[in-house]
């Protein structure tokens, strides 16, 4: 165990990012035109890096598996990017978004990472308008903000429900205008297999061509982790379908740590799983519970005759109902924090009062907020999300109570980064949801769209050239180096071996099968107990994985299942990860929940052994990991008891 | 950019159709409201007055190159277009189910416009070849009588039948070329949508309705 | 629920392919599409034959990723939905359902229902976006833009780029797609210094990638699943015009 260096600069916190962007060395053009880097993932932080880097004049090359970089997930983010402008004039600085997003995080992330966040959130805006990015405005052509996610004052810009999509589509326009201009060199349907170093420096990547399934080697002075998160572990999310750890996960088996693996956002407004050939879960905007209540029946018989289809909702009368947001956190009530909100939804199914067949889920009523306003308003406020629901559900949320139950929805885990967004192999970066930095324990709604820009347009261009500047007199490493050899024979092997097995179960079987591991014993409430037999069965699954699994197909073609199989395989291991992590905390925090470290229900945090950043260190597949700390030190604000009521 | 890169482009392209189309619909209506004449039932006296004037008048001869050139570039380009879009989808769908998403006529403008084609080469030997033929270059006052060759013709009634295939292609070909005329010229706006659509569907009804009118009344005796 | 399906198979871009017939059997109502073809995947995989190839991702509508022409329809029979949006429950019990890829010269199948529409993505590079380096941006509030004009702009960049109007213009034309983009720019002040280039290198762009040519049919607008309005390709038409003959 060791302890770690997170690189803040010095001096007083507001003042911490100006020091080192002045104090940061910097490459002459001449020499940025001779530097190669290579950027993962598309999404926002890959594309706004992608492209500010090639703008300031640096070879790039791209990759993503997508068949365009304008699909990467981020596309699917719906309410909105905060930004610390206080256009509202009501009291917002960069200083309470920072402290929002601090406590919000239930006091686990790192103080000066998250102060630039805020700081630069303002210019992500100016950016983003600047691109042609549609927010919404109001009648004086102004741009309109609104309050999201429980935050007390109004600082989320949005573009209708498609807030995701639209700064992707401007990151991405930015992206290709700079491939249109050469200076980036795209490559789509590539998968990034295998990292590789020499002499312990990140020099570049082995990457799949997923069309023809040739392996490529790609040279880059620096290596730019933008892969997202790793939600699917759990098989079912709301992430995409292709969303998956593999990039991350190569970096971390090359020597990358991995930080606070447990922490995984269940987002509380999801719609619930109706059978077992159900994909994937989809995300009903948080934005509806500014209107509608959540509620479940007091008595389990209620909920029994509601899961029967003996009762409606519209039968359990309003004393009958609980509504146990409002009950439990009187001063937020239904807008108190997603891991809050999620973890009420779960108990008050445990304990018999689900309302859908399978048990799990809740009503999330809008009947007093039509009553109050009128059926016209509430679909005008709700536009697309009511067809939305009615199209997958066939039920008109207008006439009877949507039904909703929490998903995984984020990661807040990730590679461990320092200040300057490097992992531990020099010259190997994670931006965005890749890395572990900003979002602490819990992510605040609204942030994630911040963070993955501030980090590829706004903090990596200053960073990237502290590293390159003493890089400047390495010349490209031709790709037929041993190393290059090397890490593409790895690949090779692996892929041959997932290919020969050719056993009785489908990828999606095993898929499926972690992910009820995940669920059950490392979702929204953990404890050592089930933690530990997890752990015992996540690697009974691995052994199984890696001796019966059906992989049809070839190398040398399209191959889906193959790929799949793959991010199946990196999933199972850091499942084991995430569950050896969650295990080793032994308190409660954000969205982590240990069922043993709680005082009445709520999260009971224990600062004095936890206030940490857990970072693991990869010694093979069959070793436990090791742990290195990095201490959270906490300057500027005193850590309190996160209280909603 | 040049100005004939502009031609060679797409969206060139159907402007030059939608210029051209707008033309050949004013072109119409001249055409329309002189034969329309007829109805007067005066023994073509004031057709023929109208008539003689288009036939002979200086700057409507220039106009007619004009017009004759409309109606070349109208076609040559249709083709073009037509050949480059079969081109944009060289293998079919198997199952196609157009009909929900669009109307037949929009999609058929190539065959309505081939249908015209064929019907305007046996329109124009009927009447304005023959003429010009007479008229040569210099006898311009030595026209034939249109309006006693239009009595004979149209007693025949397979030519009344062609006649009128030609008016309702010709409807069909109007229904969705005068409003794609304005699209493609880019002259779309929320308030004066629905008029142009008015406007195109009522001429399309009313201009090749009293076409096909001439030879039926013709032919019926009603016009003598 | 029962159905038979009729699905294109082709191994690789030079393969001839064809459609072979399959019958699925215990589909759910609630099920989406592509959770009907997952299903029939997993059977394949497990006797031993090759699986569907089909671009999806997001499953929720948005990435533009899933693109199946389903009944001779692009994203299937319902309104303004993608394919992983449209749910069985739309079929009847026993239907017999035609999957085919998109279908055009600029979108070459790549496998089974699989294209590529890096066309599409080449469009974007020759002009779709404003030319700002980061770093350049002055206050966001110093540009007010009506609000009329912001929502127009965002009707027309909900474009999700998934290719459904090409695949349903009897043309192959991409027009809705270029049009989309040129509009939401032409309708911002910060698009207005390049708003004759872009017009001008899109569309040639657009050409030279071997779409065909608009004819005002509507097929795109009423296929798309985002409801992009035939309006923009008039402003695209208005704006390449002027572009062409009165810019200098």
Known sequence: MSTLNSKIPPGPLAEKWSYYKEHAKLVNPANKRKLEVIVVGTGLAGASAAATLAELGYQVKAFCFQDSPRRAHSIAAQGGINAAKNYKNDGDSVYRLFYDTIKGGDFRAREGNVYRLADVSRNIIDQCVAQGVPFARDYGGLLDNRSFGGAQVSRTFYARGQTGQQLLLGAYGALERQVGLGNVKMYSRHEMLELVKIDGKARGIIAKNLVTGELERHFGHAVLLCTGGYGNVFFLSTNAMGSNVTAAWKAHKQGAYFGNPCYTQIHPTCIPVTGDYQSKLTLMSESLRNDGRVWVPKTKEDAKAIREGKKKPEDIKEEDRDYYLERKYPSFGNLCPRDIASRAAKEACDDGRGIVPSGFGVFLDFGDAIKRLGVEVVKARYGELFPMYQNITNEDPLKTPMKIYPAVHYTMGGLWVDYELMTSIPGCYALGEANFSDHGANRLGASALMQGLADGYFVIPYTIGNYLSSEIFTKSIPTDHPAFAEAENAVKERTQKLLSIKGKRTVDDFHKALGKIMWEYCGMARTAEGLTKARKMIQDLRKEFWSDVNVPGTINEFNPELDKAGRVADFIELGELMVVDALNRNESCGGHFRVEYQDQGEAKRDDENYRYVAAWEFKGVDADPVLHKEDLVYENIQLQVRSYK | ?224 | MKFNLKVWRQKNAKDQGKLVDYTIDNINADMSFLEMVDVLNDELVRKGEDPIAFDHDCREGICGMCSMYISGRAHGPQHAATTCQLYMRSFKDGDTIYVEPWRAKAFPVIKDLVTDRSAFDRIIAAGGFVSVNTGQAQDANALPVEKADAEKAMDAAACIGCGACVAACPNGAAMLFVSAKISQLALFPQGQPERNTRAINMVNQMDEEGFGNCTNIGACEAECPKEIKLTNIARMNRDYLAASLISE
């Open chain 2, 1 to 224: 950019m040049t100005n004939s890169a502009i031609f060679k482009s797409s969206v060139g392209k159907k402007a030059l159709m939608g210029v051209t189309g707008l033309f050949l619909i004013t072109f119409l209506v001249i055409h329309c409201s002189i034969n329309a004449m007829i109805f007067l039932n005066d023994g073509g006296e004031t057709f023929k007055k109208w008539g003689s004037f288009m036939g002979t008048n200086p700057i409507i001869r220039t106009m007619e190159i004009v017009l004759v050139a409309g109606f070349l570039v109208h076609i040559v380009d249709g083709l073009l277009l037509w050949k480059q879009n079969r081109d944009a989808r060289p293998v079919k769908y198997a199952m196609n189910s157009a009909n929900a998403n669009s109307t037949w006529y929009s999609r058929s403008m190539g065959l309505l416009g081939t249908l015209l084609l064929i019907f305007l080469v046996i329109h124009t030997a009927h009447f304005w070849i023959p003429n010009r033929m007479q008229q040569g270059l210099t006898h311009w006052h030595n026209e034939i009588d249109l309006y006693g060759k239009m009595l004979e013709v149209f007693q025949n009634p397979v030519i009344v039948a062609i006649y009128i295939f030609g008016c309702v292609s010709l409807f069909w070909h109007l229904l969705h070329g005068f409003k794609s005329a304005f699209q493609s010229l880019g002259l779309n706006h929320t308030k004066y949508n629905s008029a142009i659509g008015w406007a195109g569907t009522a001429f399309s009804i009313v201009v090749p309705a009293i076409f096909a009118l001439m030879p039926v009344s013709i032919y019926l005796g009603w016009i003598k």
